[in-house]
T-cell receptor, first 110, second 113 residues
Framework: DAKTTQPPSMDCAEGRAANLPCNHSTISGNEYVYWYRQIHSQGPQYIIHGLKNNETNEMASLIITEDRKSSTLILPHATLRDTAVYYCIVRPNTGNQFYFGTGTSLTVIP | EAGVAQSPRYKIIEKRQSVAFWCNPISGHATLYWYQQILGQGPKLLIQFQNNGVVDDSQLPKDRFSAERLKGVDSTLKIQPAKLEDSAVYLC???????????FGDGTRLSIL
């Protein structure tokens, strides 16, 4: 039931920006875009979320297109510790169902 | 702030046996979730509690799985009897309220022989 499409895998050089795309072409007006990541053998970790505007926190930036049909998670200076599976999720603001899909496996290369 | 605590970290049982997992959410978090994550897949929601009441258990296989959250704090998830296809990581998460970001524990890895 995942409402998002992500590339299965990506590589990024250490110290460079990692740009992870997500397509959510059927997103509704009241649905938020959430990003989580899961490092091996750990539970998913919340990164960031947004509705319409671009968002930034200490971990990452979230860029949402004007039509809201896609978004990009940006890790500005990737480190080896950022190697993980990244999940893009859409969720209604009145509900709490999270459909994780299979995510993007990001490998940061030294 | 202490995170979501889960135990045990690993469990190995034979099929048809019973097993229980325990979760202690972040203090003050009203909403608690149990997820099942099969190898190579994303987590799948099994059941969601708001305080000690069930909000959504539509994905819970109720013939063998049960969960409770007595007093609206700790929660246990039980499988009885276990099947081979129940081999997975069982994740617990909590959020301050419905609609808030969820915070996950590191899960219990269950292997069925």
């Amino acid at each position: 039931d995942a409402k998002t499409t992500q590339p299965p895998s990506m590589d990024c050089a250490e110290g460079r920006a990692a740009n992870l795309p997500c397509n959510h072409s059927t997103i509704s007006g009241n649905e938020y875009v959430y990003w989580y990541r899961q490092i091996h053998s750990q539970g998913p970790q919340y990164i960031i979320h947004g509705l319409k505007n671009n968002e930034t926190n200490e971990m990452a930036s979230l860029i949402i297109t004007e039509d809201r049909k896609s978004s990009t998670l940006i890790l500005p200076h990737a480190t080896l510790r950022d190697t993980a599976v990244y999940y893009c999720i859409v969720r209604p603001n009145t509900g709490n169902q999270f459909y994780f899909g299979t995510g993007t496996s990001l490998t940061v290369i030294p | 702030e202490a995170g979501v605590a889960q135990s045990p970290r690993y469990k190995i049982i034979e099929k048809r046996q019973s097993v229980a997992f325990w979760c202690n959410p972040i203090s003050g978090h009203a909403t608690l979730y149990w997820y099942q994550q099969i190898l190579g897949q994303g987590p799948k929601l099994l059941i969601q509690f708001q305080n000690n009441g069930v909000v959504d258990d539509s994905q819970l296989p109720k013939d063998r799985f049960s969960a409770e959250r007595l007093k609206g704090v700790d929660s246990t998830l039980k499988i009885q009897p276990a099947k081979l296809e129940d081999s997975a990581v069982y994740l617990c998460a909590s959020s301050l309220e419905l609609g808030q970001p969820q915070h996950f524990g590191d899960g219990t890895r269950l292997s069925i022989l």
